[in-house]
């Protein structure tokens, strides 16, 4: 595997800038949620777009993974546990995706791929918080469904705004930029 190129490493950088300054203006909605794990809901899209904008223009292995090390490197000032969650969740997906499909050659792989990224990290949030925070998080563990159904639907928010967004720039040549 060779290393990322220095204009990848840029590209990478600037996609995290935007996810983070576009979900820190989210916040305040954020704050109103009743579990910090439901975060994932509001910034799915968000991460969405970013793992398709760099999978459409990096396709090998480690893009993803570099994406997560990124994010949760920044978050970490905030939470130390938000650095191994966005890594984690960085990993597991660009695990998933090249086991799977063999990269990110194919707009359907990008595409699970941008929903895998957020909906990995919101299981490893509930029980990072769990056993940190505890309340009512912890007695969420009980419930294979409480963490199942938002799970599933971080999954399915982000796939369908990566298929969004890979319809607005069919059109475009945005891999050749």
Excluded: H
């Amino acid at each position: 595997m060779r290393k990322f190129e220095l204009r990848e490493i840029i590209f990478i950088s600037l996609i995290v800038a935007a996810i983070l300054t576009i979900g820190y203006a989210l916040l305040p909605f954020m704050q109103m949620l009743p579990t910090p794990a439901f975060r994932a809901l509001l910034v799915a899209p968000i991460y969405s777009v970013g793992v398709t904008l760099l999978a459409s223009r990096i396709r090998r292995p480690g893009t993803i993974t570099m994406m997560g090390l990124l994010i949760g490197g920044l978050l970490s000032i905030f939470f130390i546990w938000m650095f191994f969650i966005a890594t984690i969740g960085g990993i597991l997906t660009d695990i998933t995706c090249f086991t799977l499909f063999k990269g990110y050659d194919k707009d359907k792989s990008i595409a699970i791929a941008a929903g895998l990224f957020p909906a990995y990290q919101l299981p490893i949030t509930f029980v990072v918080v769990a056993y940190t925070l505890g309340g009512v998080t912890k007695d969420l563990l009980n419930n294979s469904l409480a963490i199942l159904i938002p799970t599933i639907i971080t999954f399915i928010l982000g796939y369908i705004t990566s298929k969004g967004l890979q319809k607005i720039l069919r059109g475009r040549s945005f891999e050749s930029m």
